[in-house]
């Protein structure tokens, strides 16, 4: 598996990413198509910044990104990319909502790489996940356009087909997916919503 690991660290730095969990993001794209010319896409857990700068090549100059990470994010935009904001924000504040929805008017995409910080419980890292989950979500029920999609990484457990379900009360369709280039002994996944406001309660 460290040949793996290798292998994926060398290619961010020679596709110059910051990080190698950018493909995470690319293998989910590819197969998906989520991500388009043109659209406003959210970026939560952005630093330091990869999946918000492949986000801004595909988006493109009509495009906007937004990357939201309690770090500090600093890259510059590239030539034919999106515009790319970078927010210095806890998640878990009211103010960021209000002030995406004063700067922006909403976005097709939301994205979500938020982990927490392990503890060396299973249990406890996985609630902790789920609740970055759930917060992503709240989010997306303020700040995306009708039909917008959702990615979100969440670490599996007892708990997680719950919050599966609670996605699939949101979004018209709901997969979970496990990119090649996670450890195959991580517990880490990715929740993709598609279609958000189609299914709405009776």
């Not at 293998?27 to 910044?49: M, N, S």
């Not at 988006?59 to 034919?80: H, N």
């Not at 995409?109 to 992503?136: E, F, I, N």
Request: proline share 4%; charged share 30%; aromatic share 10%.
């Amino acid at each position: 598996m460290r040949k793996v690991q290798d292998y994926y660290f060398k290619k961010a730095k020679k596709d110059n990413y910051p990080a190698r969990s950018v493909y995470k993001l690319e293998e989910a794209q590819k197969k998906y198509r989520f991500l388009r010319p043109g659209q406003r896409i959210l970026d939560l857990g952005c630093h330091p910044g990869s999946w918000s700068v492949y986000a801004a090549g595909i988006s493109g100059e009509r495009g906007v990104v937004v990357g939201v990470d309690l770090q500090a994010t600093d890259l510059p935009s590239q030539k034919g990319h999106a515009e790319i904001h970078w927010l210095c924000y806890d998640v878990y504040s009211d103010d960021l909502v209000v002030h995406l929805k004063k700067q922006w008017p909403g976005f097709h995409v939301l994205l979500s790489d938020m982990a927490p910080r392990t503890t060396g419980s299973r249990y406890a890292d996985h609630q902790h996940s789920l609740r970055l989950v759930r917060r992503s979500l709240e989010i997306a029920r303020a700040v995306l356009h009708e039909r917008g999609s959702w990615y979100c990484k969440a670490f599996q457990g007892e708990d997680f087909p719950g919050v599966v379900t609670e996605c699939r009360a949101v979004f018209e369709t709901v997969k979970v997916v496990k990119p090649q280039s996670s450890r195959r002994e991580s517990r880490e996944v990715f929740i993709l919503g598609r279609g958000f406001g189609r299914r709405k309660k009776k």
